[in-house]
């Protein structure tokens, strides 16, 4: 695994994963572009995600709603009044902080005084940032007085009062700008699900349990990105709505966790590396009656958040309902007189209209990507001292399947034979499959090691005739990436040979 986020970063831009957003008018804050291979293994992993929990379930639809939502929907689902992070000012550099980083990116001894000043446990640092969130004055004021440094600057800060700070990115929504023509670019993909759940349940007669599951972008205006693609304004996210019974909630719960649990493990990314943090309550979301943070064990960063796997109860689909008070709602949700939807589905016993709980597993495709990246990242040396880096990818997320290399660039018999070879394989739909002449066999050799081709095919004279060993005519060498093996294979045996290692 990678020991360091940077030498992932450098990897990720040497070989065309991912690139700073906008970079020629000198890049914008929090927005990445990815790149010729990085879009490739975003896709596989999205596929296999795709793969492991709509086509290999029964009890699974799925669905891609817009991106931006009635400002209603956003009203309703509690994230007009909520979704907001505590923020500070340096009013010495006027730079803008989040509370929970500024103080964590602290040396012990400054956050040991903060916690001292406002009373709390300096070895519960939520507790530590729920303090300077609950007194606002005496917050400012604990940051002057423990010497809390500006990162920017690495100055001592002059600091204001904690305050909310919204991270919905609004819009306008049509030609004319006024009160009521602004809409949220969504900050999560769930509220699509649940918006949806009357059309899904009415279009497809699903009985409860069943699941919707979502792949999209969303938004969220970051008030500190950082580390890479590990916080960005806007990102990708997999996310299932789990409708259950009440009552069968806490099971269902459990299986998501051991589902999604067991499919990290089968993108290369083991349950060693996963911390299960099982969030005590006073740090739990407000629709939250309990809920599952996967932590991953990132290079530089240590264990951060990967995925979320929530037992939300009824409180979504209750607050995007009308009628809610006829409903026996569970959890507290505020009033709704705008939806004139009715979220409800017969109890499968006896036929009662029910609002059903709900478990989110919901991942993220960036802090996907880089985990997965990391995990693949591997520096060996080879018997002859050299030492090489290699990205030991699961054959289903390499971003290019077979490369196809001629032993000589211009001799034509060797590479008519290799452009078929090439087109064969293309024909079977692995991915990208790529004819490989530039440079010499060493070099293509170490690129592929890079970017984590599993197979390199490389046809020489042997193969066309023109060398020492006549039983070699009409087979190619392939190479493999993990092992380094050579295997002489026949060309009319190749694409056999390699769709079955692929899988
Ligand atoms: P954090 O505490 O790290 O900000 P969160 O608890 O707000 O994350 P959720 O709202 O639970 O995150 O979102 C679900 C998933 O979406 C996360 O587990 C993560 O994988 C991904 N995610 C959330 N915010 C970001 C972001 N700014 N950049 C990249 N991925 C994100």
Redesign the pocket.
């Known amino acids: 695994p990678a020991t360091s986020m940077e030498e992932l970063v450098s990897l990720c831009k040497r070989r065309g994963f991912i690139f700073q957003g906008s970079e020629i008018y000198g890049g914008l804050q929090g927005f990445y572009d990815y790149g010729p291979l990085g879009v490739e293994l975003k896709n596989n992993i999205k596929a296999a995600w795709w793969r492991s929990n709509v086509y290999e379930r029964d009890d699974m639809e799925g669905l891609d709603a817009s991106i931006i939502m009635h400002r209603m929907v956003l009203r309703h689902s509690g994230h007009e009044a909520t979704f907001s992070d505590p923020m500070v000012d340096n009013k010495k550099n006027n730079k803008r902080y989040r509370l929970d980083h500024l103080v964590k990116d602290q040396k012990a001894d400054v956050q040991a005084r903060v916690a001292e000043l406002m009373g709390a446990d300096p070895a519960n640092f939520p507790a530590v940032v729920a303090a300077l969130n609950a007194s606002p004055a005496q917050a400012s004021q604990a940051l002057r007085d423990a010497g809390v440094r500006d990162p920017f600057s690495g100055e001592i800060g002059e600091w204001t009062e904690p305050k909310p700070f919204n991270m919905m990115f609004k819009t306008t929504i049509g030609p004319v700008a006024d009160d009521d023509s602004y809409g949220y670019l969504r900050p ?1 993909t769930a509220q699509g699900i649940f918006t949806n759940f009357k059309n899904v349940v009415d279009s497809t007669s699903r009985r409860l349990p069943f699941g919707i599951a979502q792949i999209g972008k ?1 938004f ?1 205006n ?1 008030i500190t ?1 950082r580390n890479f ?5 806007e ?1 990708e ?1 997999m996310e299932i709505e789990f409708f259950c019974v009440p009552g069968t909630d806490e099971q269902w719960h459990e299986h998501w966790l051991e589902k999604r649990l067991k499919w990290w493990e089968d993108q290369g990314v083991p349950r060693s590396k996963i911390e299960i943090l099982d969030v005590p309550g006073e740090d739990l979301a407000h629709y939250s009656k309990r809920t599952y ?1 996967l932590m991953y064990d990132y290079p530089t960063l240590g264990h ?5 796997i929530a037992n939300r109860s009824d409180y979504d689909l209750g607050s995007h309902t009308k009628a809610q008070s006829e409903l026996g709602l569970v959890a507290k949700v505020e009033e709704n007189s705008d939806s004139i939807a009715k979220l409800t589905i017969p109890h499968p016993d006896t036929n009662k209209p029910v609002v059903p709980f709900v478990i989110e597993p ?3 495709v ?2 996907a990507m880089l985990a997965v990246l990391s995990e693949a990242f591997t520096k060996e040396t080879l018997e002859n001292g050299s030492e090489r880096i290699v990205l030991k990818l699961k054959p289903h997320l390499a971003p290019i399947k077979v490369a196809v290399i001629p032993l000589a660039r211009n001799k034509e018999e060797i590479t008519s034979v290799a452009k078929a070879i090439k087109a064969e394989l293309q024909g079977l739909g692995l991915g990208r499959v790529l004819y490989e002449d530039s440079g010499n066999i060493g070099k293509a050799y170490r690129r592929h090691d890079e970017v984590g081709t599993p197979f390199c095919v490389t046809v020489d004279f042997d193969t066309v005739g023109k060398g020492e060993d006549p039983a070699l005519v009409d087979t190619v060498t392939v190479r493999d990436r993990d092992t380094l093996k050579q295997d002489r294979v026949k060309i009319s045996d190749l694409a056999g040979w390699i769709q079955t290692r692929l899988r």
């Open positions: 999560e969303a969220r970051e990105p693609i590990f916080r960005v304004r990102l996210q943070d951060e958040e990967i995925e979320g919901s991942a993220g960036d802090r």
